[in-house]
């Protein structure tokens, strides 16, 4: 079956109309399943080009590389070597295998080769599983002899474990896919939401639980350190309580009723009055979102803008048991609107660049 399999690459890669005529149906199906996935995760594309796109474009990148002494063979195979980098001698990049099929570094570098002369970018990041950084490694130093000098970086990320601490599998020992995992995150959060005290209308229902649902997926994986490992919990995730997406949408929520109990809306021109502990920690909290970002870039760790949005949405519980907001005299009341107004928009703000949407009600 695997010589088989290998065979039928290489006639594709060659060109057979038949293997072509299977591989555009299959292309066209996978997009169809893609986009639906995408869809349901609201993301949005500028332009969509899958590993297919740079087939053509494969036999000729490797002429050239052999052309300009980049590759050369070796057993048959077309290898890129790199004798200068200590942690890649030995490690060739196989570019084209010895019966003429082509690799996911040919693809790679054709990729790389497109983007580059399309579009110029500043930067290309890659954000694949930390098993890939020998692949990586061995992609970008090839690149930069090809003389394409641009910021490369592979993002690593760990494994998604199971409760006993092993792969995520499906009971029948299959890889369990996202899809499956986030509609069941929705379909969980529908019967939290069911079991509230207080009912939502049925279509907020709906949108709340999906809110719910895929934010509690999105934060469990982006709130951890991406280079471990972590265990997936349903109900850790799903709590309304500890560094969890419904912890903080729940959070914002809380907030955003003050001011439907106030009935009006903060003027942002307000003085904020600090006359408490309480409020001055809430105010130092949110001042430090200007300094926490940079931070997140400067080693791509969404994490940590995870852990300072839980900090803020407990320093805002300190202060809301500390300070009374609307009973507090008019000045002061107006003062902790707008801190509480600034709260909820830092919140909202953060969760979004995480890729998490909050609900009005939960």
């Not at 995408?38 to 993301?43: H, V």
């Not at 092993?166 to 890889?175: A, V």
């Not at 309480?278 to 001042?287: G, H, P, S």
Request: charged share 25%; hydrophobic share 45%; aromatic share 8%.
């Amino acid at each position: 079956m695997k010589r088989t399999a290998r065979e039928e690459l290489v006639k594709l890669q060659a060109g057979d109309a038949e293997n072509l005529a299977i591989w555009k149906e299959t292309v066209e199906l996978s997009w169809r399943e893609f986009e639906k996935l995408y869809g349901l995760l609201d993301i949005k594309f500028d332009e969509r080009l899958g590993e297919s796109a740079y087939n053509d474009a494969l036999a000729p990148l490797c002429a050239e590389l052999e052309k300009r002494g980049i590759a050369r063979e070796s057993d048959g195979a077309l290898c890129i070597f790199f004798p200068e980098i200590p942690t890649l001698d030995g490690k060739p990049a196989i570019v084209r295998k010895s019966d003429g099929g082509f690799l996911y570094a040919t693809t790679d570098l054709a990729t790389i080769d497109y983007r580059v002369n399309r579009w110029n970018p500043d930067a290309i990041w890659y954000v694949v599983g930390a098993p890939q950084a020998l692949h990586f490694q061995q992609i970008f130093a090839a690149a930069k002899m090809m003389g394409i000098h641009g910021d490369l970086r592979h993002i690593a990320f760990g494994s998604i474990l199971g409760e006993d601490r092993k792969i995520m599998k499906t009971r029948s020992g299959e890889n369990v896919g996202l899809a499956e995992v986030l509609h069941e995150a929705i379909e969980r959060a529908r019967k939290i939401l069911a079991a509230r005290t207080e009912a939502l209308p049925p279509e907020e229902a709906e949108s709340t639980a999906r809110l719910i649902g895929l934010g509690a997926v999105k934060y469990a994986e982006l709130s951890q350190n991406r280079l471990t490992d972590y265990v997936f919990s349903w109900d850790k995730l799903l709590a309304f309580e500890g560094n969890t997406a419904p912890y903080l949408q729940n959070a914002y929520v809380r907030i955003r009723s003050i001011f439907r109990k106030a009935g009006e809306t903060p003027d942002p021109a307000t003085p904020i009055l600090i006359t408490a502990p309480a409020e001055r920690a809430l105010a130092l909290k949110i001042l430090q979102y200007a300094e926490t970002l940079p931070v997140v870039l400067d080693d791509f760790r969404p994490n940590i803008l995870a852990n300072y949005l839980y900090e803020l949405a407990n320093t805002y519980h300190s202060f809301y048991e500390a300070c009374p907001v609307l009973k507090a005299e008019p000045a002061l009341r107006a003062s902790r609107l707008v801190l509480s107004d600034l709260a909820a928009r830092t919140l909202s703000h953060g969760l979004a660049l995480l890729g998490i949407a909050c609900p009005e009600r939960m």
